[in-house]
């Protein structure tokens, strides 16, 4: 991380991402490792055979399970490979000693002592860590997400683990910004999660952003007002009592996640009772001046207020706007 790569020693991206993987995660088995890395079932057995040849992934005749190599051990195997093949590289190659320390401070992740708080800061390693903490959950996921929206990305990433743990019979609580039921993407996303045995719940406003993993591992933001500031993970049995605690509050507060079409999804909470009717009026006819003159109110009034229904539904136009109040069931 943090740009140092296997990539010089002849690791492709798939076989150093499996080699990391079970650094972090010693003596476990193979099985759905391609959903943690996103890649293909086929891709990561060929990755492994090769790392098997190279040395650098061992699996254990009695249980099955699989351990990585030592990072010192397994870079000085690499660099004299890659020192027979490629001489005249010297100098490039013998530098990746450095990746010594860093492989060992990953090995090390895993094994630090439970009352421990870890500081991230790198995006990157805060959602690797995440997808770690949910590949591994064994009963139960805690959740509180504060998001409007989730991208396409977002939900393509998040699919195959949250699917695996459900069928795994993990069980998943979430709460959820009930504004990102107005999100048709992240709306049938859910509901997708919920029909598979997910427990959603909305709550009107949230501020906080809370996962927890089994009760006992526990991930929140650094500055709830700015998660780019970094994320804390802890084991700590305080801190972490302290995240359920919170989590149960806002659980018991929240309402249950409303069937497809339910009024609850309407944008009572977003649009005042004449934004509602100029919204209806906007679909209905076709002159400004009607509408105004239908709502009693200024054409200039209503101009505004139907610009701010343009923004709220983030359209490029009335006719965009008018289609996806239909799909929001908002008219």
């Given at each position: 991380?943090?740009?140092?790569?296997?990539?010089?020693?002849?690791?492709?991206?798939t076989?150093?991402?499996?080699?990391?993987?079970?650094l972090?995660?010693?003596?476990?088995?193979?099985?759905?490792?391609?959903?943690?890395?996103?890649?293909?079932?086929?891709?990561?057995?060929?990755?492994?055979?090769?790392?098997?040849?190279?040395?650098?992934?061992?699996?254990?005749?009695?249980?099955?399970?699989?351990?990585?190599?030592?990072?010192?051990?397994?870079?000085?195997?690499?660099?004299?490979?890659?020192?027979?093949d490629?001489?005249?590289?010297?100098?490039?190659?013998?530098?990746?000693?450095?990746?010594?320390?860093?492989?060992?401070?990953?090995?090390?992740?895993?094994?630090?002592?439970?009352?421990?708080?870890?500081?991230?800061?790198v995006?990157?390693?805060?959602?690797?860590?995440?997808?770690?903490?949910?590949?591994?959950?064994?009963?139960?996921?805690?959740?509180?997400?504060?998001?409007?929206?989730?991208?396409?990305?977002?939900?393509?990433?998040?699919?195959?683990?949250?699917?695996?743990?459900?069928?795994?019979?993990?069980?998943?609580?979430?709460?959820?910004?009930?504004?990102?039921?107005?999100?048709p993407?992240?709306?049938?996303?859910?509901?997708?999660?919920?029909?598979?045995?997910?427990?959603?719940?909305?709550a009107?406003?949230?501020?906080?952003?809370?996962?927890?993993y089994?009760?006992?591992?526990?991930?929140?933001p650094?500055?709830?007002?700015?998660?780019?500031?970094?994320?804390?993970?802890?084991?700590?049995?305080?801190?972490?009592?302290?995240?359920?605690?919170?989590?149960?509050?806002?659980?018991?507060?929240?309402?249950?996640?409303?069937?497809?079409?339910?009024?609850?999804?309407?944008?009572?909470?977003?649009?005042?009772?004449?934004?509602?009717?100029?919204?209806?009026?906007?679909?209905?006819?076709?002159?400004?001046?009607?509408g105004?003159?239908?709502?009693?109110?200024?054409?200039?009034?209503?101009?505004?207020?139907?610009a701010?229904?343009?923004?709220?539904?983030?359209?490029?136009?009335?006719?965009?706007?008018?289609?996806?109040?239909?799909?929001?069931?908002?008219?």
């Amino acid at each position: 991380m943090n740009g140092a790569s296997l990539f010089t020693l002849g690791l492709d991206a798939t076989e150093e991402q499996l080699y990391r993987h079970f650094l972090r995660n010693p003596h476990t088995l193979c099985d759905d490792v391609h959903l943690l890395l996103h890649v293909p079932r086929d891709t990561v057995r060929e990755a492994h055979g090769r790392l098997a040849e190279l040395g650098l992934l061992r699996r254990t005749e009695v249980t099955g399970t699989l351990s990585a190599a030592d990072p010192e051990e397994a870079v000085e195997r690499l660099t004299h490979l890659r020192l027979h093949d490629l001489h005249e590289q010297l100098q490039l190659v013998t530098r990746s000693r450095a990746l010594v320390a860093e492989l060992r401070a990953e090995q090390d992740v895993r094994s630090r002592p439970p009352q421990s708080v870890e500081r991230m800061e790198v995006l990157s390693q805060i959602r690797t860590r995440i997808d770690d903490l949910a590949f591994f959950a064994r009963e139960e996921i805690l959740s509180v997400e504060p998001y409007a929206a989730l991208t396409a990305e977002n939900i393509e990433h998040s699919r195959p683990l949250d699917t695996r743990c459900l069928v795994r019979g993990v069980r998943i609580r979430s709460v959820i910004l009930k504004e990102s039921l107005t999100h048709p993407p992240t709306a049938a996303y859910l509901r997708e999660l919920a029909d598979q045995g997910a427990e959603i719940r909305v709550a009107d406003s949230l501020s906080e952003r809370i996962l927890v993993y089994d009760r006992r591992t526990a991930l929140v933001p650094v500055d709830p007002a700015d998660t780019s500031r970094g994320a804390l993970v802890t084991q700590q049995a305080g801190l972490v009592s302290n995240a359920l605690a919170l989590f149960e509050k806002i659980w018991s507060d929240a309402t249950e996640l409303p069937p497809s079409g339910e009024p609850d999804t309407a944008p009572q909470h977003l649009l005042s009772e004449l934004e509602q009717r100029v919204l209806e009026q906007m679909c209905r006819v076709g002159k400004d001046e009607t509408g105004a003159r239908n709502l009693d109110i200024s054409v200039r009034t209503y101009r505004r207020h139907i610009a701010e229904l343009l923004r709220v539904l983030n359209a490029t136009c009335r006719a965009h706007a008018a289609l996806l109040a239909r799909e929001r069931g908002w008219i």
